[in-house]
């Protein structure tokens, strides 16, 4: 990494850093107007220091998919929260591209077919246990749209897992935000300062991921040079 890349990856981190702590103390203070100045600017921020730690294409376009997603969702309504739920799944497309192709190569490859099948069934089953939980307390219009995105999500949340520890981290935390905002929408009970929540595990879920695709990126000695020295 250049001199100038490295001042950059440090200045943005900083930014990224300070939004973060701005919205999550605007939450719990109830800040609305705060919050939504700072929401719109984190994933941008994220985008860019992504592209500056080297992260391939699908990264900050999921990155830039969210920031669309959060952009609808302040907006409120059931139409921008549809848009804005499209928006997060496009993220998870190519966080799915991205993850696929990594962990081809790393643990997803690695592990015994009977630990990877375990795996994907624990995933499905919790997929199919919070939907079943969620159904009746949908309406009835949210139901499908709501079960096909949070299969994407747990999809993705799969590969990422295949593709590293801080990525499948990620996705995790990925999972665990959004399943409290289908609990709103269920209305089931959440903890004290939902949004807080909300807003910590994915703000958090986003950074695993991109730290943890930006480390996979990064370029490491082959064997040969590890052979013959610098």
Known sequence: MTAAAGRATR??????????????????????????????ALMPVLAG????????WPLPAALLCGCGGDVLLQIGGETAFLAGMGCFA??????LALFARAGRGRAAARAEPRTAAWVAAGYGAAWLGT?????????????????????????????????????????????????LIAAGLADWPR???????????YVAAQWLLMTGATLDAAPRPGPERALVGP
């Open 49 to 56: 220091w992504a592209l500056v730690r080297g992260g391939p």
């Open 131 to 179: 939907v079943a939980l969620l159904w009746p307390g949908l309406a009835a219009h949210l139901r499908l749209p709501v079960a096909g995105y949070s299969l994407l999500l747990t999809a993705m949340a799969l590969a990422a897992l295949g593709a590293g520890p801080w990525t499948g981290l990620g996705g995790a935390l990925f999972m665990l935000s959004d399943t």
């Open 191 to 201: 903890p004290p300062l939902p949004q807080f929540w909300i807003m910590a595990t």
């Open 90 to 95: 496009a993220g998870h497309l190519c966080y």
């Open 11 to 40: 200045a943005l981190a900083a930014l990224f850093a300070l939004l973060t702590a701005v919205q999550l103390t605007a939450l719990l203070v109830d800040a609305t107007t705060v919050v939504h100045l700072t929401k719109p």
